[in-house]
């Protein structure tokens, strides 16, 4: 058999393979004794009639037909074989070039290649700010009010207040006039904080403000014109007007702090054991979320010097497993794909194009160089680690409820390997991680065995999967990408 391949700019290559007239001669022969089990031919048993009689009663195009079949099947394998391929996934029959000789072109997914720059060289600044008292203060500020006692007033509200009203809101000047109710009798609380500025501020920051000066049973309406930027994107560029009537207003009497405070809020000897806890505890959160964007900044600049090849079928199943994860995320919130395609006023062609493909782009990337490094720095993970992470999270989905929805969507003899393979996934990745920032910061030289606890959804690699090679029909070879843990912007 005679192999040319045909390199492709989609990282797939065109395969033409040249059948000798012998062994299509052979072949043929075999396809007629096919025939003739399936054809019913008068003075002989199923298989059992002549070539020669095959063909007057079938034909010889038929024969032919049947033959450039089977051969299909059989071409494929070897093929690729003989061309020292390593298919991504299953080949496609692109066309039969000729019938004499018989010749086939297929089209082969390659492999995803990954080719790493010099990543030891990477240096990202590592300056995490340090904690900013106004955090503690307005930390403390929400615990106190947690704690606060409420008593009704018989005066007009003012700033710290608590007030309850009901709401109705409309959207105002829309397509031909027509107006969009948004909200009727809502009931609704306002706390008044006259000195800040909330940008996530129900129904538009400054709201509680307008409230000020007015008593119980007294109305305001309100206009108001979102921005193009508005944190509600339905909302964008309208103008909407808000009616509200006072039901009651309130005063918050805030607990001082004071050692005794501090004491009934845990174990804690003072209201100074207590500023230092939460001094602690916020400076720990404000460390994990720099690490986290911090990470981000390596993996780009990790990627920006990474070249990374892959067929297109690779990345429509990791497409088709970000829509699938969408999918389940909406279902969890009652509402499906088709309804909040509908909210977002797109359709599901230009939400492929412009929103799930370039993530899923980006998540088959980046958990293709996470995988290279994996391999390039020989990283592994004990069985211990993999057990104490196994561990923690199943004590993360007990602690959310989640290992019971998960019960639901996993058949009962495979949650412990799914499970597994999560914890696998994991502990992998911690080690990856701590590899990547000691890099990013200059400190190389720490040993991967010292990982630390990394920051929460960084992507991790799968374990790849053996494949078998197989046909044009039936799969050459299955997916080697690995996939990853899916990340919280994707």
Do not use: C
């Amino acid at each position: 058999m005679k192999i040319e391949t045909q390199t492709r700019d989609d990282h797939q290559i065109r395969l033409i393979a040249e059948v000798e007239p012998d062994t299509f001669q052979q072949t043929k022969r075999r396809a007629a004794r096919k025939i003739s089990q399936e054809t019913k031919i008068p003075g002989f048993r199923p298989g059992k009639a002549p070539y020669d009689i095959v063909r007057r009663v079938a034909g010889e195009e038929t024969i032919e037909k049947e033959a450039i079949s089977i051969l299909i099947d059989e071409v494929y394998p070897k093929a690729i074989q003989e061309a020292g391929v390593e298919p991504y996934g299953p080949g496609t029959l692109d066309e039969i070039v000729s019938q004499d000789p018989v010749t086939f072109a297929f089209v082969v997914p390659l492999s995803p290649t990954v080719k790493l720059g010099d990543y030891n060289s990477i240096r990202v600044p590592y300056e995490p700010a340090p904690l900013n008292e106004n955090q503690v203060d307005e930390f403390l500020g929400r615990l106190q009010r947690s704690y606060a006692t409420i008593q009704p007033v018989e005066r007009a509200a003012k700033n710290g207040d608590l007030v309850f009203l009901t709401v109705n809101g409309k959207v105002v000047g829309g397509e031909d006039g027509e107006e969009q109710t948004l909200v009727e009798n809502r009931p609704f609380q306002v706390t008044i904080q006259e000195d800040k500025e909330d940008p996530e501020e129900w129904p538009f920051a400054g709201f509680g403000r307008g409230l000020i000066g007015l008593s119980e049973n007294d109305a305001r309406t309100f206009t108001h014109t979102f921005m193009d930027d508005s944190t509600y994107e339905s909302l964008r560029g309208k103008t909407a007007e808000f009616s509200v009537t006072v039901q009651s207003v309130k005063s918050i009497e805030l607990p001082e702090v004071t050692d005794e405070f501090a004491q009934t809020l845990g174990d804690f000897e003072n209201k100074d054991k207590l500023l230092a806890s939460i001094r602690e505890n916020l400076d720990s959160e404000n460390r994990s979320e720099y690490d986290r964007g911090y990470y981000q900044r390596v993996l780009d600049a990790l990627s920006a010097d990474t070249q990374v090849n892959f067929p297109p079928q690779a990345l429509e199943e990791e497409t088709q497993e970000v829509l699938k994860n969408l999918e389940k995320d909406l279902a969890n919130q009652k509402m499906d794909l088709d309804t909040y395609l509908k909210v977002r006023k797109t359709s599901r062609e230009d939400f492929l194009e412009q929103e799930v493909k370039p993530a899923a782009k980006r998540r088959l990337e980046r958990s293709l160089i996470l995988s290279e490094i994996m391999r390039a720095e020989k990283i592994e993970v004990t069985r211990e680690e993999v057990e104490a992470t196994f561990n923690q999270t199943v004590q993360e989905l007990e602690q959310s409820n989640s290992i019971e929805q998960l019960q639901k969507q996993v058949p009962k003899n495979r949650l412990a390997d799914a499970l597994t393979m999560e914890a696998y996934n994991r502990a992998v990745n911690r080690r990856i991680y701590d590899r990547l920032m000691a890099i990013a910061k200059g400190e190389s030289s720490q040993p991967v065995a010292e990982a630390t606890e990394p920051a929460a959804q960084e992507p991790a690699p799968v374990a790849k999967k053996k494949a078998k090679k197989g046909t044009s029909r039936s799969k050459a070879k299955e997916s080697t990408a690995p996939t990853e843990v899916p990340a919280a912007e994707e």
